[in-house]
């Protein structure tokens, strides 16, 4: 591995700043419209994305249904019911409306741009669901009009904050140029996505908590991080895990026994998968469903075409890959604008914690990526009117950068902990369907007290400050994903209940004393405090 | 993963360089890139859809390598067939106004 020969700090300083109202950090669904409104609003704004706009993030991967519901129409009513419903306790009904109001107007906003929606066979126009590649590429172009300066390939390492601990921008490093880049702003979006820990499912491997991380150095607060017991299903050989298939699917065991437990899919597989081998065939699907599935969901069957599978017809081993805050709701805690708890430091999509919207369960299948767009489109136009009440004066400030673990260890000498070693450490803790997905209060405390362990170490050893981008990338990721593992962890010990996506067999049911939010931070030392009154009582 | 670069049918465009989310190639100044990254690869098939000659192939084994034969992969049709189901053209986007996705809804089984 070549080593740089100037470290991690000398290359910022000779980047030369460049200044922004807006800087939004990721370019998926939330990012893109946070950068777009923001623009509109008159701010001048850049958007750094690790990959490509276009291609990064969990949308750009798949397809996205979407809540496409008008006011007062029989549909929205039925979605929020839903939504509550499934939410077990910790929604708001408020929140779940401004959601899919604000999110209906911008998919018919779409179809006035230009975007093509398919005819349904009532001859209507179909705007519940979005092409992820074909969505995003077409963003890109609005973001263009609108003066967005796009930075693609150019992941944020750290933020800058300024004396009094506002956010005031962001460094980060141009993958394929190895250049190391400095946004100074006056307001700072994370919309970097959730955190799948490298689990190889569908379009979520970029996905590594970096925002959160980045957000928890600035001393920012989270939400729900023990709703993440979130898996996706896909066959055992690909990454595919689209979900919804699955709705039409026969589970079964080695020997061809029929799996009970009707409608849902992750639990029957995650049970079977306990003792052993899982399959599935999607048997129940009409030809004309079948002709919907393959046309629309082209990546999974690209799968099995090119393995010679049908799944209509054949059985196919399956496997679980973890999601955790990605199809999970837990993540930044927001107010009504996509505030997060630090001056000048705004949240959507994915990094924000969705439990307004979902409560203790996942929103995939259309409340996710409503709440993507909507909340980028409130993140967005919050940190612009923030900005112009600023004023100039924020390009008087003298930001400072707050990253610790992989880029400015604490020990001067130095053993070779690598990032690629606490990868493996937090995924040995935080994969497995044993500890995660069933939880247990035991294994959770050895889990955190082994996490706890590997952030020490990683704070006083891991280093790429003189490695090239790629290099300096993965660390940052690592220490993310260790972050947010902690986070995870320490939220799932304290909620000692069963509710939504914290599954603990310890305490099969659920607690109305524990109808409130658990919020959690730190990083050194890891804190998690309940919300003051139970929601259920409350209300 | 990413299986093959064809320097058959490679322009050099660098189109797939940029487009990758996970940085998995190089770039070769005139020359098609290398994959130097392979174990990074989610399997996502995006690079193909980037592609404006079906010059990609992304086997659907996320965790291992598979080797592939060129000539088979054509002989079989497999080259550019994401893009193809796609409905993309020479790297432009196409084809959502023929998605049917909505027909997974109809019967109510499943709804957002
Ligand atoms: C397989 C799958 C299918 C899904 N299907 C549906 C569905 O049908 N309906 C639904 O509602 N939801 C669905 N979801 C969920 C939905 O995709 C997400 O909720 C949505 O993508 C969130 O948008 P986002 O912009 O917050 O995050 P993302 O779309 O994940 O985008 C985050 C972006 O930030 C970038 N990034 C990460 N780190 C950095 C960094 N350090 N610097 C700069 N950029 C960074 C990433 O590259 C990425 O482009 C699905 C998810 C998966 C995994
Ligand atoms: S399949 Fe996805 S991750 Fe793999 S090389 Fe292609 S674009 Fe990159
Ligand atoms: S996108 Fe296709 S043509 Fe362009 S460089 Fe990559 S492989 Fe070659």
């Known amino acids: 591995m070549a080593v740089q020969e100037k470290s991690f700090d000398a290359r910022r300083a000779e980047s030369a700043p460049k200044q922004v109202d807006v800087l939004v950090i990721g370019g998926g669904p939330a990012g893109v419209w946070a950068a777009l409104t923001a623009a509109e609003r008159g701010a001048s704004v850049l958007l750094a994305e690790k990959g490509l706009v276009g291609t990064g993030g969990a949308t750009a991967a798949g397809n996205t249904t979407t809540i496409y519901a008008g006011p007062s129409s029989l549909e929205r009513e039925a979605a929020i019911k839903r939504r509550?419903?499934?939410?077990?306790?910790?929604?708001?009904?408020?929140?779940?409306?401004?959601?899919?109001?604000?999110?209906?107007?911008?998919?018919?906003?779409?179809?006035?741009?230009?975007?093509?929606?398919?005819?349904?066979?009532?001859?209507?126009?179909?705007?519940?669901?979005?092409?992820?590649?074909?969505?995003?590429?077409?963003?890109?172009?609005?973001?263009?009009?609108?003066?967005?300066?796009?930075?693609?390939?150019?992941?944020?390492?750290?933020?800058?904050?300024?004396?009094?601990?506002?956010?005031?921008?962001?460094?980060?490093?141009?993958?394929?140029?190895?250049?190391?880049?400095?946004?100074?702003?006056?307001?700072?979006?994370?919309?970097?996505?959730?955190?799948?820990?490298?689990?190889?499912?569908?379009?979520?491997?970029?996905?590594?908590?970096?925002?959160?991380?980045?957000?928890?150095?600035?001393?920012?607060?989270?939400?729900?991080?023990?709703?993440?017991?979130?898996?996706?299903?896909?066959?055992?050989?690909?990454?595919?895990?689209?979900?919804?298939?699955?709705?039409?699917?026969?589970?079964?065991?080695?020997?061809?026994?029929?799996?009970?437990?009707?409608?849902?899919?992750?639990?029957?597989?995650?049970?079977?998968?306990?003792?052993?081998?899982?399959?599935?065939?999607?048997?129940?699907?009409?030809?004309?469903?079948?002709?919907?599935?393959?046309?629309?969901?082209?990546?999974?069957?690209?799968?099995?075409?090119?393995?010679?599978?049908?799944?209509?017809?054949?059985?196919?081993?399956?496997?679980?890959?973890?999601?955790?805050?990605?199809?999970?709701?837990?993540?930044?805690?927001?107010?009504?604008?996509?505030?997060?708890?630090?001056?000048?430091?705004?949240?959507?999509?994915?990094?924000?914690?969705?439990?307004?919207?979902?409560?203790?369960?996942?929103?995939?299948?259309?409340?996710?990526?409503?709440?993507?767009?909507?909340?980028?489109?409130?993140?967005?136009?919050?940190?612009?009117?923030?900005?112009?009440?600023?004023?100039?004066?924020?390009?008087?400030?003298?930001?400072?950068?707050?990253?610790?673990?992989?880029?400015?260890?604490?020990?001067?000498?130095?053993?070779?902990?690598?990032?690629?070693?606490?990868?493996?450490?937090?995924?040995?803790?935080?994969?497995?369907?044993?500890?995660n997905f069933f939880r247990r209060e035991e294994p959770l405390r050895q889990s955190l007290a082994a996490l706890d362990g590997v952030w020490a170490a990683a704070s006083g050893e891991l280093s790429a400050a003189h490695l090239p981008a790629a290099e300096l990338v993965r660390a940052r990721e690592a220490a993310a994903m260790l972050a947010t593992a902690r986070w995870v962890v320490a939220s799932a010990v304290e909620r000692r209940e069963t509710r939504g996506l914290n599954r603990r067999d310890d305490h099969p049911k659920q607690d109305p004393a524990l109808a409130r939010r658990l919020f959690t931070g730190g990083l050194d030392s890891v804190w998690v405090s309940a919300e003051a009154q139970s929601r259920a009582l409350a209300s | 993963m990413i299986e093959l670069v064809s320097h058959e049918r490679c322009i050099t465009c660098q189109a797939c360089v940029t487009a990758c989310p996970e940085n998995v190639f190089d770039k070769v100044p005139h020359r098609p890139p290398v994959i130097a990254r392979p174990d990074d690869c989610q399997t996502c098939f995006l690079c193909e859809l980037y592609c404006p000659v079906d010059a990609l192939y992304v086997s659907p084994f996320a965790e291992r390598h598979v080797a592939v034969d060129e000539a088979e992969l054509i002989a079989k049709g497999l080259l550019g067939g994401f893009r193809r189901a796609m409905g993309w053209e020479g790297g432009h986007p196409a084809g959502t106004d023929r998605d049917l996705t909505y027909r997974m809804f109809e019967d109510g089984r499943v709804a957002p």
Not at chain 1, 134 to 151: N, Q, S
Not at chain 1, 354 to 359: A, D, K
Request: glycine share 14%; with cysteine; hydrophobic share 40%.
């Open chain 1, 84 to 435: 509550l419903q499934h939410a077990q306790g910790l929604a708001d009904r408020h929140w779940i409306e401004r959601v899919i109001d604000e999110s209906f107007a911008r998919l018919n906003q779409l179809a006035d741009w230009g975007y093509r929606y398919p005819v349904d066979q009532h001859g209507q126009s179909y705007r519940g669901s979005l092409r992820g590649a074909d969505y995003l590429r077409f963003m890109r172009r609005r973001l263009r009009k609108a003066g967005v300066e796009v930075l693609d390939q150019s992941p944020a390492l750290e933020l800058l904050l300024d004396d009094d601990g506002a956010a005031a921008g962001a460094v980060g490093v141009n993958r394929l140029t190895n250049e190391v880049w400095t946004v100074h702003a006056g307001a700072v979006v994370v919309a970097s996505g959730g955190c799948a820990f490298l689990s190889n499912g569908l379009g979520t491997n970029g996905l590594t908590g970096d925002g959160l991380l980045m957000a928890g150095e600035a001393g920012a607060t989270f939400s729900g991080m023990e709703f993440s017991g979130q898996y996706g299903i896909s066959p055992l050989f690909a990454s595919v895990t689209k979900g919804i298939m699955y709705f039409w699917a026969t589970f079964t065991d080695e020997d061809g026994n029929e799996l009970p437990g009707e409608g849902d899919r992750q639990g029957i597989v995650a049970r079977q998968l306990l003792k052993g081998r899982c399959f599935a065939v999607i048997d129940k699907a009409p030809p004309y469903l079948q002709q919907g599935m393959r046309v629309g969901q082209p990546n999974m069957f690209i799968a099995f075409d090119r393995t010679g599978i049908d799944p209509f017809k054949q059985r196919f081993e399956v496997a679980l890959r973890y999601e955790g805050t990605v199809r999970g709701p837990g993540g930044l805690a927001i107010n009504d604008d996509g505030a997060t708890s630090v001056v000048g430091l705004y949240a959507a999509g994915d990094a924000a914690s969705r439990e307004n919207m979902v409560g203790a369960a996942s929103g995939g299948g259309g409340p996710n990526a409503t709440w993507a767009l909507s909340t980028g489109i409130w993140a967005g136009r919050a940190a612009a009117e923030f900005v112009a009440r600023l004023g100039n004066k924020h390009h008087l400030r003298k930001p400072k950068p707050s990253g610790q673990v992989g880029l400015r260890p604490t020990r001067e000498t130095r053993t070779e902990l690598g990032a690629r070693e606490v990868i493996k450490a937090v995924q040995s803790e935080i994969l497995p369907i044993a500890k």
